[in-house]
């Protein structure tokens, strides 16, 4: 009687499980869960496996990249940094009319605006500089519509918001030529640079890099944009006297959750370029080691850099990310995020999505090799 018991049991719990798994794989359950439903795009749930709901349960770690999944990758321009002084912190332009209407930036501190305007204010040059730095410094491609209407099209909606933001500031990138011929206007002005290189942003590099002539004064110049940490490598801090208050301001847009770059240039003497360009065209000819050929003379010529100031840029996080994290935890799922930001970013991001508290035990191990990553973890393990 016991074994026929225990095998009609096992019977009609078959039965319950099949039975549920046939309601899940209609969707029903899942599918008419208004709390998974997605209004702004009239999306329900979809159910693709009966077994949904025991797979869920026996998730213990959750790996997710920051960009584009806690965030909604939608950058919005909101501050800059130029010769140690930061624009943005206040938004005082009521009437915004008279400027570019464009996408992606979010800025309204008229001390910039005062600044390009006047030519005579102490700062004009600096921030002309800086401006026309974002203006040149990209991949962007130029499109115009059957009107004549100008577009960009950007790779990543930072490169938009960077140049999106020198034209809204009265520097507008128009666009190069077949012979390579970039175009900007200033104040309506139009500047040319004729672009001789490009040295292209990978993950390994963390920077981007053009070389162009200016056809006003005839000179080569190499600008530079990327991580702080990259930069700052590649930096001749000698007579930089604005050097910490950059950093600063770096610090401060950090700790807000704002994703930074520093801008850099420097002038190459006609010999010098010469001398590397030959250099740099022999190592694009190998068959073997190639690519490390390439970054070496790259490492060559982006060196000695000047600051010429920083950027700071919002994405904004996904709807009810906070939440979903703290539920996520409260279950005993242990969730793991992936980001390229400086510490002082991370950390900020980290307690706006509730992934950090301030009863988190903190551990942080700022290290570039594997063996002072080992130290410092085998330090962190005696003192406990």
């Not at 039965?15 to 999306?43: N, P, W």
């Not at 130029?142 to 577009?151: F, I, M, N």
């Not at 104040?187 to 290189?197: A, C, I, P, R």
């Not at 996080?317 to 539920?327: A, H, N, R, S, Y």
Request: with cysteine; aromatic share 8%.
């Amino acid at each position: 009687f016991f074994l026929n018991d225990t095998a009609t049991t096992e019977i009609y719990t078959e039965q319950i499980v099949g039975s549920v798994r046939c309601v899940q794989e209609t969707g029903y359950i899942i599918s008419t869960d208004k709390k998974l439903y997605r209004k702004e795009t009239d999306t329900w749930a979809a159910v693709q496996c009966s077994a949904l709901n025991e797979e869920l349960g026996q998730i213990e770690y959750i790996f997710s990249d920051k960009t584009g999944t806690l965030t909604c990758n939608l950058m919005e321009y909101k501050k800059i940094s130029i010769n140690g002084i930061s624009y943005g912190e206040v938004k005082d332009m009521q009437d915004l009319s008279r400027f570019p209407k464009v996408s992606n930036v979010d800025f309204g501190d008229s001390n910039l605006i005062n600044a390009v305007e006047d030519r005579s204010h102490p700062e004009h040059e600096p921030v002309k500089r800086a401006l026309i730095h974002l203006a040149l410094n990209h991949t962007i491609i130029c499109e115009r519509d059957p009107q004549g209407k100008l577009s960009y099209n950007a790779a990543s909606p930072d490169e938009l918001a960077l140049v999106n933001f020198a034209k809204f500031c009265g520097v507008e990138y128009q666009g190069i030529d077949e012979e390579n011929v970039m175009t900007v206007s200033f104040l309506g002005t139009v500047m040319k640079y004729k672009l001789l290189q490009l040295l292209e942003f990978n993950s390994t590099r963390k920077r981007n890099s053009i070389i162009v002539k200016n056809f006003y004064d005839n000179k080569i110049y190499l600008l530079c944009k990327g991580a702080d940490s990259i930069i700052m490598e590649r930096m001749n801090k000698e007579g930089e006297r604005k050097l910490d208050a950059t950093m600063e301001n770096l610090s401060k847009y950090g700790v807000i959750g704002l994703r930074t770059l520093l801008l850099s240039d420097r002038e190459l003497p006609q010999e010098e370029y010469n001398k590397w360009l030959q250099g740099y065209e022999e190592a694009g000819k190998k068959i073997e080691g190639r690519d490390d050929a390439v970054a070496q003379q790259q490492e060559l010529i982006e060196k000695e850099l000047k600051l010429v100031g920083a950027t700071a840029i919002e994405d904004k996080l996904q709807d009810e990310v906070g939440i979903t994290i703290f539920k996520l935890k409260e279950a005993g799922i242990k969730v793991w995020v992936l980001t390229g930001d400086k510490l002082e970013t991370a950390i900020n991001i980290g307690f706006s999505c509730n992934l950090l508290s301030q009863a988190t035990y903190r551990i942080i191990i700022d290290a570039k090799t594997k063996k002072t990553v080992v130290d410092q973890l085998c330090l962190l393990y005696t003192s406990d």
